[in-house]
């Protein structure tokens, strides 16, 4: 398994701000993957990080709106920029396990309100 | 574009019954199917997987199931206990990423 942990775990913001979210991982991986889970949903993949390049987002979310950094193979952020409360949800990293490339697992999120 | 449906969206049982939970997916290309249990407030847990070259996996009280013809897989849980009640997700994978299933909210009734 791996081990995430991420910070803040909770963060209560006002609209027009930026907040940005630190995910890191007890072993190097090439890939790991920021989620958005709104209240009672399941859970939305945003984009992939990875470590050297550019993160590819998926249909929806753009990187002005969620820049993401992955300066190494440990470590990665997600800024949620210019929020209204409509970013209010529960931010998640995940990566995979070491030595596994398509198990993954979950850091405890950050829930963000944005009011 | 790939989608993974769940069923059904709520269950109740009985401690001591069964429970199962399905889940079918769009890309017959998808290859792993692992399942997550999330209890309120925390972060998604694996808690088991199943990747295509097999049928059937069990772990004690939990068990997955694979049909590749149908594209349709099952959690099964056995002997369920209160500290089963929570959200399963289901998800295939497709290319490098995970699509989720809507969730189930599973509780297990004293």
């Known amino acids: 398994s791996a081990v995430i942990s991420q910070k803040p775990s909770r963060d209560i913001c006002q609209r027009g701000t930026s907040l940005t979210i630190q995910c890191q991982v007890d072993?190097?991986?090439?890939?790991m993957f920021w989620y958005r889970q709104q209240p009672g949903q399941s859970l939305t993949l945003i984009a992939t990080?990875?470590?050297?390049?550019?993160?590819?987002?998926e249909s929806g979310f753009v990187i002005d709106k969620f820049p993401i950094s992955r300066p190494n193979l440990t470590f990665s952020t997600l800024t949620v920029s210019n929020m209204s409360p409509e970013d209010s949800s529960i931010y998640l990293c995940?990566?995979?396990?070491?030595?596994?490339?398509?198990?993954?697992?979950f850091g405890p999120g950050t829930r963000l309100t944005v009011l | 574009g790939e989608n993974v449906e769940q069923h059904p969206s709520t269950l109740s049982v009985q401690e001591g019954d069964s429970a199962v939970i399905k889940c079918t997916y769009s890309d017959s290309a998808s290859n792993y199917f692992p399942w997550y249990k999330q209890e309120l407030g925390k972060r998604p847990q694996l808690i088991i997987d199943?990747?295509?070259?097999?049928g059937e996996k069990k772990d004690q009280r939990i068990a997955v199931t694979l049909n590749k013809t149908a594209k349709h897989f099952s959690l099964h849980i056995t002997e369920t206990q209160p500290e089963d009640s929570a959200v399963y997700f289901c998800a295939a994978i497709y290319g490098q990423n995970f699509v989720f299933g809507p969730g189930t909210r599973l509780s297990v009734l004293p």
């Open positions: 199943i990747r295509s070259n097999v």
């Open positions: 072993s190097q991986v090439t890939m």
């Open positions: 990080a990875n470590q050297g390049s550019e993160a590819t987002y």
């Open positions: 995940s990566a995979p396990g070491q030595g596994i490339t398509d198990t993954q697992y």
